[in-house]
C-alpha cells in the first residue's frame, strides 16, 4: 500500500498527551490517525458520537477548578486517608 505524507495542524498540548497515550499503546500518531480514517470509512461517519456536554456552569467551573489544583505542584496530596485525617486535624 502506497502512503503520501499529509500535515494537518494540531494544538501543541494535545499533540503531546496523544503522542503519550499512543506510545503507551504501542502505535505513533500516524498509526492512531490512520486506525480513526479507517474507522471512518468503515462506518461511513465519525466512530463516536458528537454531542455538547451536558454540564451546567456549577459542575463546569467544578471541572475546571479540579484541573488547576490536580496541576498545582503547591497543593498538598495524600496518600493515605490518615494523613488526609492528621492534615485536616492540624488546620483546627
Known amino acids: 500500500m502506497a502512503t503520501i505524507p499529509t500535515q494537518i495542524r494540531i494544538d501543541s498540548e494535545v499533540k503531546e498527551q496523544a503522542a503519550s497515550l499512543f506510545s503507551e499503546l504501542g502505535m505513533?500518531?500516524?498509526?492512531?490517525?490512520?486506525?480513526f480514517l479507517r474507522q471512518c470509512i468503515l462506518r461511513g461517519g465519525l466512530p463516536f458520537p458528537i454531542?455538547?456536554?451536558?454540564?451546567?456552569q456549577e459542575t463546569l467551573e467544578a471541572m475546571a477548578e479540579a484541573r488547576r489544583i490536580s496541576r498545582d505542584p503547591d497543593v498538598a496530596g495524600y496518600t493515605s486517608m490518615e494523613d488526609l485525617k492528621?492534615?485536616?486535624e492540624a488546620d483546627d
Open 51 to 56: 454531542e455538547l456536554p451536558k454540564y451546567n
Open 86 to 88: 492528621h492534615a485536616l
Open 28 to 35: 505513533d500518531i500516524s498509526s492512531a490517525v490512520n486506525i
